[in-house]
């Protein structure tokens, strides 16, 4: 499938609409809603809309906003990859927005463990030195980001 979307993706008007067509038509035919949402996610990643709200719910601006406050996350921040409304109740871009706390939370999820796998063993005798407190420290806090980001995009991702 991601194939197909990488080359749809290329292709404007009526070209991509005999090629995009028929695959939407074969996502919805699938039995799975778990991998109807993947592979219109993976879709997305390419340019490729196989959903017109049939797989992803709808939420508005006002819902990304109040998602994004109640887990913590930054709407900000995927305003730099997602063209997002000004106004309350416009519809957003699903998809978009779930790729992108997808992979805000990957990105802190792997820097908290590379730090973390810099770091002595916790159960070692002493003490940690203060240069690798502040890196556990800094692990502590990336992988709080990660989990917030992942909340987002569930919480985008539920009915």
């Known amino acids: 499938m991601s194939v197909v979307s990488a080359g749809t993706g290329k292709l404007r008007g009526m070209d991509?609409?005999?090629?995009?067509?028929?695959?939407?038509?074969?996502?919805?035919?699938?039995?799975d809603s778990v991998l109807q949402r993947e592979v219109v996610l993976d879709a997305r990643r390419y340019d490729v809309d196989l959903d017109r709200g049939e797989v992803l719910p709808f939420h508005s601006m006002g819902?990304?906003?109040?998602?994004?406050?109640?887990?913590?996350?930054?709407?900000?921040?995927?305003?730099?990859?997602?063209?997002?409304?000004?106004d309350f109740g416009a519809p957003v871009d699903?998809?978009?927005c779930v790729l992108v706390a997808r992979a805000m939370a990957n990105h802190h999820r792997r820097r908290a463990q590379r730090l973390w796998l810099e770091l002595p063993d916790p159960d070692a005798p002493g003490q940690r030195m203060r240069h690798e407190q502040i890196m556990?420290?800094?692990?502590q806090r990336d992988a709080e980001i990660a989990r917030r980001w992942d909340a987002l995009a569930h919480r985008l991702l539920e009915r």
């Open 94 to 96: 699903t998809a978009g």
């Open 16 to 31: 991509r609409v005999r090629i995009e067509e028929p695959v939407r038509e074969m996502v919805l035919d699938l039995d």
């Open 136 to 139: 556990a420290d800094r692990a």
């Open 63 to 86: 819902d990304l906003r109040r998602f994004a406050f109640l887990v913590g996350a930054d709407v900000g921040t995927i305003m730099r990859y997602v063209d997002l409304p000004e």
